[in-house]
């Protein structure tokens, strides 16, 4: 069985809306605030079991005001819109950067399909 991935490097990058994560197998990701946003850990995103996800709209402009470490295994990210209850492990940060194609593209779609017809 192979460890969790652990983080070595947090960069919070407010101008270019992106959260800098490096990790001791040499990966680095950037990741996005509404990315992050819309997959956080918590139950109020996840729900409470499989098939509760909830999609969370209108965070194109989300910002994240700060990073609280969580012992050594974890951050809380404290977004603008007052959102602070998943911790992002760095499991969870790393699966977030190799998976990013895949999961921007499910939320993508996942939206597109909220949105209201514009037919008349």
Do not use: C, N
């Not at 947090?10 to 819309?38: H, M, N, Q, W």
């Not at 079991?49 to 969580?70: F, H, M, N, S």
């Not at 593209?105 to 037919?119: C, D, G, I, M, V």
Request: proline share 6%; hydrophobic share 35%; aromatic share 10%.
């Amino acid at each position: 069985m192979t460890p969790d991935p652990q983080a070595i490097e947090i960069k919070l990058r407010r101008a270019a809306r992106l959260l800098e994560v490096t990790f001791e197998d040499g990966s680095r990701f950037e990741l996005p605030f509404e990315y992050l946003r819309v997959y956080s850990p918590s139950a109020e995103v996840k729900g409470h079991g499989p098939g509760q996800e909830t999609l969370v709209l209108g965070k194109e402009a989300v910002g994240v005001r700060a990073i609280e470490p969580v012992g050594q295994y974890a951050v809380k990210l404290v977004f603008d819109d007052g959102h602070d209850t998943g911790l992002y492990t760095w499991k969870y940060l790393h699966e977030l950067g190799r998976e990013h194609q895949e999961k921007w593209a499910h939320y993508l779609a996942r939206k597109q399909a909220q949105a209201p017809s514009k037919s008349k």
